[in-house]
DNA sequence: TTGAAAGCGTTACCAG
DNA sequence: CTGGTAACGCTTTCAA
């Protein structure tokens, strides 16, 4: 079973390779007919005998000549994570669109681990690189940038970097969406939780929490809690013992997996909400409709969020400006954030 | 900024590319020395040259030339689904340790996009495949078969493919578990509500099912409805409200998003679990812990799935028998199946 | 233990 | 419009 190859076709079709090449390459205008410059009776025969035989392009040898190998890597932190399982599918998607395969591959929240990421998916030739940077991310995206390829940011920034498109949530609008909802309807001792990850987007919710508590006046009661991946379980339920009892009556949660902890710990504690504690959580789920209170929450563009960062990208390959776009946020009313 | 390639660090390290080639590729023995047929000193400084100059190897050279690209495939049906993502991440994990890169891409249930996407994959020169095939994947599975790329179907079966290998789950055993545990705990008028999906997983859990209810000697209660993606949300609030009405007293869902579904309209439905219905979900998921009574759910052993098809895989390119695994999946308790 | 040289299948350049 | 041919950077004989 040999591989058929260009040189199989021009055989077959009695033409040189230089026009199967072109006529593989031709992109369809927009009235189905094939723009390069190869004669339409020529190119339809080509395209025959290259479906008859079976033949498939191959991209190691294309990628080699060209410099260019149609692929494009995506880098989140960790590919099995909720916010990100529902991005890749638009990414991938908006990507086949123009013609882009993707590579996926997680950082796993390692600095050290994204570097060897890095630097294979460059050792694959990838024409760009969408990437959730991790915490201390910024040598290895440095490295990255020193080869010229094309950098989009998606939903963290990292400042600093020369050149990177970016594509971002308003987080500091988001925090302040949910804050404000909280005090709007009554709960004035609002708290947050968030984790000591040092990223981006967690900094900005957080600094929209306190923006929406300062200019309603409630600055005072203002406090945040830190937790990590590791001791979130425990961490939590203290967290949460503790705010009761002092009488907090609002929280905001600015990630899923904060969310989903924080439910799953009031349930043991038996605690309600919002009579014990009104809610307000972070990226769409199931555990928000199926709650025993239907649950309020931020919903991120995800569609958007997708779309746009292959946009970037590409633009970027195709020698285009970096752009930086910065996506709005919406929220989703449940019972947990009800009137007091 | 010009790449840096062999010949550069040849030069620079004043030896041929030959002995660059042979330094790049050894793998370290267990003792960490290099093992290859270069003198250990030489060998140091060719390695010494390559990271000052910041060598990275040019895969799209190496593939063309050796055939080999140190690259598999892993087309789920859709990334963003939870199994699968769950999965994706130990494949990697397990890939990488093996020096492979994994390329995702999701077939979406559909056959065609299943052919295109195999197609620009093995135009990739993939040295393998992992795939969960959807409906009708038969044809795209037989052409990727021709070009003699091993391939390991992992999570849903097809018969009468030749050397395929294969991960599976004991479907089987799984329906028959989730049905027995509602029979041993009193309910005895169990039915089932599943997708005309035409996948083996399915049909499979089904059997087993179906063997439950023989066994037991309440055949003549075992009764499936099936739906189908698009329809499920009207679909099974029918399927729900006539269910109740009839007496049935027990459920087995077979998939997440079944479970998923069922919980939601039973909630919007004010019906209880287990008194209005006994309930036996499939997959891992917060829903069962935040639900008012937790529920019972088959779990599926996803890093054993995702270990094994790695490995089943990455024998098979080093030439070695297409392997068959079937691997238990297990059952967590919960209230929605507690003693009638 | 080392090196020279022949391709792998494409694309890109230049000439007709 | 068409065709010849030189790279692309690497691995892999084969010979020294």
Chains 1, 2 share one sequence.
Not at 107 to 122: G, H, K, N
Not at 243 to 259: C, I, K, N, W
């Amino acid at each position: 079973m040999k591989r058929i190859t260009i040189r199989d076709v021009a055989r077959e079709a009695g033409v040189s390779v230089t026009l199967v090449s072109f006529v593989m390459n031709a992109k369809r205008d927009k009235d189905g007919r094939l723009d390069c410059p190869v004669n339409p009776e020529t190119a339809k025969r080509v395209l025959a005998v290259a479906q008859r035989l079976g033949y498939r392009r191959n991209f190691a040898a294309a990628s080699l000549r060209s410099g260019r190998s149609n692929t494009i890597a995506v880098i989140p932190n960790d590919i099995s994570n909720k916010f990100f399982a529902g991005i890749s599918r638009c990414i991938e998607e908006e990507a086949n669109k123009s013609g882009y395969t993707v590579f996926f591959a997680s950082s796993e929240e390692s600095a050290d681990r994204l570097t060897s990421v890095i630097d294979a998916v460059l050792a694959h030739n990838v024409d760009g690189l969408i990437v959730a940077p991790c915490t201390n991310g910024e040598s290895a995206l440095t490295r990255a940038l020193e080869t010229k390829v094309p950098v989009v940011l998606l939903d963290r920034d990292i400042e600093g970097l020369d050149s990177v498109g970016k594509v971002l949530l308003d987080d500091v609008a988001a925090g302040q969406m949910a804050t404000q909802l909280l005090i709007d309807n009554g709960y004035r001792n609002v708290e947050m939780i968030s984790y000591t990850l040092g990223i981006s987007s967690l900094s900005e919710r957080e600094n929209g929490y306190r923006k929406a508590m300062m200019d309603n006046e409630v600055y005072d009661k203002a406090r945040v809690h830190y937790t990590t991946y590791a001791t979130a379980a425990s961490d939590i339920e203290n967290i949460i013992k503790d705010a009761v009892e002092r009488g907090v009556d609002g929280l905001f949660l600015p990630t899923y997996s904060l969310s989903a902890q924080v439910l799953t710990v009031m349930k043991k504690l038996g605690l309600k909400t919002p009579g014990d504690l009104a809610i307000v959580g972070f990226d769409e789920s199931d555990i928000y409709s199926l709650y025993e209170t239907t649950v309020s929450h931020i919903v991120q563009p995800l569609k958007e969020l997708g779309e746009k960062s292959v946009e970037v990208l590409i633009d970027m390959i195709q020698g285009k400006e970096a752009q930086t776009i910065v996506l709005k946020p919406t929220l989703k009313l449940g019972g947990s954030t009800e009137k007091k």
